[in-house]
T-cell receptor
Framework: GAGVSQSPSNKVTEKGKDVELRCDPISGHTALYWYRQRLGQGLEFLIYFQGNSAPDKSGLPSDRFSAERTGESVSTLTIQRTQQEDSAVYLC????????????FGQGTRLTVV | DQQVKQNSPSLSVQEGRISILNCDYTNSMFDYFLWYKKYPAEGPTFLISISSIKDKNEDGRFTVFLNKSAKHLSLHIVPSQPGDSAVYFCAANRDDKIIFGKGTRLHILP
């Protein structure tokens, strides 16, 4: 596709369940980022991939969060044993690795934990 | 530790006037600074960037100014238009990691 695609667009899950969020970056983009935006807050950095490796996982809030990227394309963010504080919009972005031209964002996945 | 700070949560500006959005940062090692614009229910879109070795970058109605000694940057929009109403995020980059501020909501008044 032409842009960054995220699925699902909305997800409601029960506390304690696992969820998997998917990001399809723009073809050829080597860098991929995950951010989270809680209600009324800014964009919180979670993890960054360069190719299939993740040189910076410093933003992952706890060991319940993990992410992987395969084939230098699709990435999945997995949240295990979801908690209510995990409710947020999860945004994925990709770039050619030349940050001066900016990273392109998907529309996000709105996760609600009930 | 908030490395990129946008201290004004919101700003209202009359249509046609200049909008000035401010941003402060703490890490002098950032390479680039970027501004993003976000409409509700959409992902942020890239607006303009500036290298840390420059003090000004202009693109149409948008100009970003960088004051390294003060660790401060600003985005000027002139003239402001109704479609500029959105949340604006300031961001800074080092080693391909992009760190965002909390955003400023800009309201353009008719």
């Amino acid at each position: 596709g032409a842009g960054v695609s995220q699925s699902p667009s909305n997800k409601v899950t029960e506390k304690g369940k696992d969820v998997e969020l998917r990001c399809d970056p723009i073809s050829g983009h080597t860098a991929l980022y995950w951010y989270r935006q809680r209600l009324g807050q800014g964009l919180e950095f979670l993890i960054y991939f360069q190719g299939n490796s993740a040189p910076d996982k410093s933003g992952l809030p706890s060991d319940r969060f993990s992410a992987e990227r395969t084939g230098e394309s699709v990435s999945t963010l997995t949240i295990q044993r979801t908690q209510q504080e995990d409710s947020a919009v999860y945004l994925c972005a990709s770039s050619l690795g030349v940050v001066v031209s900016g990273a392109f964002f998907g529309q996000g996945t709105r996760l609600t934990v009930v | 530790d908030q490395q990129v700070k946008q201290n004004s949560p919101s700003l209202s500006v009359q249509e046609g006037r200049i909008s000035i959005l401010n941003c402060d940062y703490t890490n002098s090692m950032f390479d680039y600074f970027l501004w993003y614009k976000k409409y509700p229910a959409e992902g942020p879109t890239f607006l303009i960037s500036i290298s840390s070795i420059k003090d000004k970058n202009e693109d149409g109605r948008f100009t970003v100014f960088l004051n390294k000694s003060a660790k401060h940057l600003s985005l000027h929009i002139v003239p402001s238009q109704p479609g500029d109403s959105a949340v604006y995020f300031c961001a800074a980059n080092r080693d391909d990691k992009i760190i965002f501020g909390k955003g400023t909501r800009l309201h353009i008044l008719p």
